[in-house]
């Protein structure tokens, strides 16, 4: 539709603004090309890098699919990918029910205290995910507090697997359906409601279909970062051997890089099929909130109210509990046979030589990621979803997008300094400073961010932009003046997510932080490795608070800055 | 889109820390010591080489390695220091390593030299694999002196120990076992041991902090750390097994096509001195120089002469192998047991 508005060529004396020539089109497709050209060189190639290992042996010299032929033939193959399907079936079916209830109660009701409950939910991301492993060893290992729960099954192992990658993937499940719910045209409701509609069925018909793409969205977000994760199988997982794990294995523990790369590539196809339903589900979708929408706000109504803030109390306790014992744990001097409280572990000096440095090193990262990724995330979402040129190159770039959260941390690390560190990238001089460690991390977390952006987007009607066509305004006017502002909730939302993940994010930087540019959750695994669990939880915290800090301040700039922008929302 | 990028290349070139000292010259070390190790080790190196600055990349051995050699093509190392002989003797036959015998060497025992021209390792320390037992947690299992008694059908499932492949800690146990008891009998024991195993853990001390802390009840791990957590006051002994214990030790090296090279070769004569042997002799109990004794309180009595004779370039040699077969027998089966 607005392709017929732009082609309509430009009288120059009706509207007369600053001469445009250069064409809409072109700018975009340039800007496309850019975007591309960008995630090809931070996505792309370092997988590339690692993955032609995977037709290589160990001598580099090329071998075709033999890796994949001595992969399938052991037999700890079968049992990991096994493992790592059922865990991830099992977390996405625990957490997907569990976080649309949640959403919908801080979107769809009028529970009290529903910022308290956002950010309650959201601990799990504040903290590096070791901390949790601590905190559940805190709760429910052999010498925790509340043992008995588990009835004799032991934590190392599925339980345990299971439990703390709920955990971990709440908030991120949560956070995709929030944005799917926050959007919606009150019009339908109040259509439907004046028509005597009953509640479910308007449940069924109109909040659902609405939140759909959120749902899916969300459920293969949870699946793949489940499948990828390898921290908390580590940690806990005892014996109970995952693919993420089998990786980590094979590149740490044998240096054997090209079955490293093989069970990367097998983690790649839950993200190809991701892709590729995404890609389905989207074409059924239609925009949510068009021209004419008028937002919707929930009325009291004790019985909905009151079920949802028992749920939504539960869940948020559930989550915030055993974190609270592992901070405790922190201040504890000999867990479990001295539990007198003390500040000396966190005297990190102690147990790391460059003290409280990697935090500050860390601060400077998760600045620079929050704000150079961001830019990049929204700016990058906005060209893939809202321009009509180069749909072919727009697919592309969205696929490449959507390829992060489908690699293991340790597999982006080491394509990064296969590819970064070869003699012949002139981009070698990036090695080794913080810079690649913020290339890194932004191409690390690019997905989540990028569907945060893309759910946000999809929900504002292409009707802007075409009246803005007709109008003669520029899409990157639109994009300043309108799109913009409409999803700054989701842009800050983004940006601390990326702010927070690169805060706790181990798996990649392992590999990639200097001698000046050690970073904090690098600190905490140096720590919980030397034993110091105490530090490690310590460190953890400070992280956490500094996290939770950057949240409140979110919060309240949302109130006061955000408040007046968002305010056509309301009546 | 160009001028953010642009701008922010910038932000990064500032925010990366500039260089400090026009004078002294940067001495990238890559390093598997433990954190607390760092401090002072900079500081006698600063002192010995002063046109030096020491700084180091720190990570597991597992991780250091993975890195030294993904790095291969255009190492960033200056020299390694305080990294598991069997990973040198890996950087050793890919030609990674520069040739340099550091001064002093001959003064130094035996086992610590590198056996082979041309020499490129200098050994720094040895550290055992011991048995940490948490005498409270016991419930009635009798304290072991062998290790046979880890079979009593009382510890299942109540053991851990470092995973060969992860840990250098793990690797050497079981090259320790299949050495003293031989191939066959060696396999033999660790299939009854995996009956008792409760995880393979990724790292070379952590068995013995789960020990300590009761959370297991016996940890297999590194002697030094069994020592430190019973001074810490964890209810543990710490066991040499009568039939000796396996060892490997941590060693330096100059890295080939270093940019540094004189400076590397000074601080590799560091490494040979009986000062650096002193300050090795801080964390490790066994040390390079023949005349440099400090052993830590409760650490175990006999451990010296419970090493066995162990041939480290067996080690290097037969790895792939040894984890290979041990992979078969005992991953396959890694399903949850309890």
Redesign the interface.
């Known amino acids: 539709m607005s392709d017929a508005v732009q082609e309509v060529p430009l009288t120059g004396s009706l509207v007369a603004p600053r001469p445009l020539r250069i064409g809409e089109r072109q700018v975009g497709a340039t800007?496309v090309l850019?975007l591309c050209a960008?995630l090809v060189l931070i996505i792309g190639l370092p997988l590339w890098a690692l993955l032609s290992k995977s037709v290589e042996n160990t001598e580099g010299h090329f071998v075709g699919l033999a890796n994949f032929v001595t992969y399938a033939t052991?037999?700890?193959l079968v049992?990991s990918l096994v493992n790592s399907l059922f865990v991830a079936a099992t977390t996405t079916a625990l957490v997907i029910p569990l976080a649309f209830a949640y959403a919908y109660a801080l979107c769809r009701s009028r529970i009290p205290g529903k910022g308290l409950f956002y950010a309650a939910a959201m601990v799990p991301v504040f903290a590096p995910s070791l901390l949790s492993g601590l905190a559940l060893?805190y709760v429910f290992?052999?010498?925790g507090l509340l043992k008995s729960w588990l009835m004799g099954a032991?934590l190392?192992?599925?339980v345990g697997v299971i439990a703390a990658e709920s955990l971990y993937c709440f908030p991120h499940a949560m956070l995709i359906m929030v944005t799917a719910l926050a959007l919606s045209d009150g019009r339908l409701r109040e259509a439907a409601e004046a028509l005597g509609t009953s509640r479910w069925r308007i449940f069924r018909t109109i909040t659902l279909p609405a939140a759909r793409y959120g749902v899916i969205s969300a459920s293969f977000v949870v699946f793949t970062l489940v499948i990828t994760d390898f921290g908390i199988p580590?940690v806990i997982g005892?014996?109970?051997?995952v693919l993420a794990t089998d990786a980590?294995?094979q590149?740490?523990?044998?240096?054997n890089?090209p079955m490293g790369a093989v069970v990367g590539i097998i983690l790649l196809v839950p993200a190809v099929i991701a892709f590729f339903i995404d890609r389905a589900a989207q074409k059924r979708q239609s925009a949510m909130l068009s021209a004419r929408a008028v937002p919707y706000s929930p009325k009291p109504e004790r019985r909905r109210d009151t079920v949802l803030l028992i749920l939504v109390s539960l869940v948020a306790f559930t989550i915030v509990a055993p974190y609270a014992i592992a901070v405790w744990g922190s201040f504890v001097r000999?867990?479990?046979?001295?539990l007198s409280l003390t500040l000396n572990n966190y005297d990190f000096s102690?147990?790391?030589?460059s003290g409280w440095e990697p935090y500050r090193n860390s601060l400077?990262l998760a600045g620079?990621t929050a704000?150079?990724g961001t830019?990049l995330i929204f700016?990058g979402a906005y060209l893939v979803e809202k321009l009509k040129a180069v749909p072919h190159l727009r697919a592309f770039a969205h696929f490449l997008a959507m390829l992060p959260m489908a690699v293991p941390g340790l597999v982006l690390g080491?394509g990064y300094?296969?590819f970064y560190?070869?003699?012949w990238n002139p981009l070698?001089f990036l090695?080794?400073?913080?810079?690649i460690l913020?290339i890194n991390t932004i191409a690390h977390f690019y997905t989540v961010g990028h569907i945060t952006a893309l759910t946000s987007l999809k929900q504002i009607d292409s009707e802007f932009e075409a009246v803005s066509a007709s109008l003669k305004v520029p899409f990157w006017t639109t994009f300043r003046r309108v799109t913009a502002p409409i999803c700054m909730p989701a842009i800050l939302d983004i940006a601390v997510y990326v702010f927070v993940n690169a805060m706790t994010t181990v798996s990649a930087v392992?590999?990639l932080?200097?001698?000046?540019t050690k970073l904090a959750s690098?600190a905490i695994v140096?720590?919980d490795?030397?034993?110091a669990?105490a530090s490690a939880a310590g460190m953890a915290t400070v992280i956490m608070l500094t996290a939770i800090a950057v949240k409140l301040l979110h919060i309240a700039l949302d109130r006061l800055v955000f408040g007046r922008l968002q305010r056509w929302r309301q009546r | 889109?160009?001028s953010?990028?642009a701008s922010?290349?910038v932000?990064?070139?500032l925010?990366?820390?500039g260089i400090a000292y026009a004078q002294k010259t940067?001495v990238?070390i890559y390093t598997a010591l433990?954190?607390?190790q760092?401090?002072p080790f900079?500081a006698s190196i600063e002192k010995a080489v002063p046109e030096a600055e020491v700084?180091?990349?720190?990570?597991?051995t597992?991780?250091i390695?993975?890195?030294f050699?993904?790095?291969k093509?255009?190492p960033?190392a200056d020299m390694v220091i305080g990294l598991a002989a069997s990973s040198l003797l890996?950087f050793e036959k890919a030609g990674l390593l520069e040739t340099y015998k550091p001064a002093g060497v001959d003064k130094l025992k035996e086992p610590f030299r590198d056996p082979k021209e041309p020499y490129t390792w200098t050994g720094m320390d040895a550290y055992l694999g011991v048995v940490c037992f948490n005498t409270a947690e016991a419930k009635g299992v009798p304290v072991p002196s062998s290790w046979k008694d880890l079979l009593v059908p009382g510890l299942k499932g109540k053991i851990v120990m470092p995973?060969p492949?992860?840990?250098g800690t793990g690797y050497l146990m079981v090259a320790g076992w299949l050495q003293t008891m031989g191939e066959a009998e060696g396999w033999k024991f660790m299939d009854g041991l995996h009956e008792n195993?409760?995880?393979?853990l990724?790292?070379g001390?952590?068995p013995?902090?789960q020990a300590a802390?009761?959370?297991?009840v016996v940890g297999l791990a590194l002697d030094m750390?069994g020592a430190s957590?019973k001074t810490?006051?964890?209810?543990i002994e710490v066991i040499i097994p009568k039939e000796g214990v396996g060892w490997e030790m941590e060693a330096s090296a100059i890295v080939k096509g270093t940019k540094n090279l004189a400076i590397a070769k000074k601080v590799a004569d560091w490494g040979a001195t009986k000062e650096a042997s002193e300050l090795y002799s801080k964390t490790y109990a066994i040390v390079a120089a023949p005349d440099v004794k400090n052993t830590p309180p409760n650490y175990p009595a006999g451990a010296e002469a419970g090493m066995i004779k162990n041939d480290l370039s067996w080690m290097a040699e037969n790895r792939?192998r040894v984890?290979a077969e041990w992979?078969?027998r005992y991953?396959?089966k890694?399903?949850?047991?309890?």
Not at chain 1, 238 to 241: A, D, H, K, N
Not at chain 1, 350 to 353: A, I, L
Not at chain 2, 213 to 216: A, D, K, L, Q
Request: glycine share 8%.
């Open positions: 800007l850019a960008i052991t037999p700890t049992a060893i290992g052999n010498q032991s190392y192992g599925p580590k005892g014996q109970f051997s980590y294995r590149v740490v523990g044998q240096q890089f000999y867990w479990p046979y001295n102690t147990v790391e030589p400077m620079l704000i150079i830019t700016c080491l300094v296969f560190n070869a003699i070698g090695y080794g400073t913080l810079a913020v392992i590999f932080y200097g001698a000046d690098i140096h720590m490795e030397a034993g669990v | 889109m160009k953010w990028f922010c290349l932000a990064i070139s925010a990366t820390p940067k990238t433990e954190n607390d760092l401090g900079k700084v180091w990349v720190r990570d597991s597992g991780v390695t993975a890195r050699l993904a790095e093509d255009n960033r890996a995973h492949a992860s840990s195993i409760a995880a393979y990724h790292s001390s952590a013995c902090v802390r009761g959370e297991r750390r957590e810490k006051g964890a209810p792939d984890l992979s078969k991953e396959s890694a399903a949850p047991k309890n």
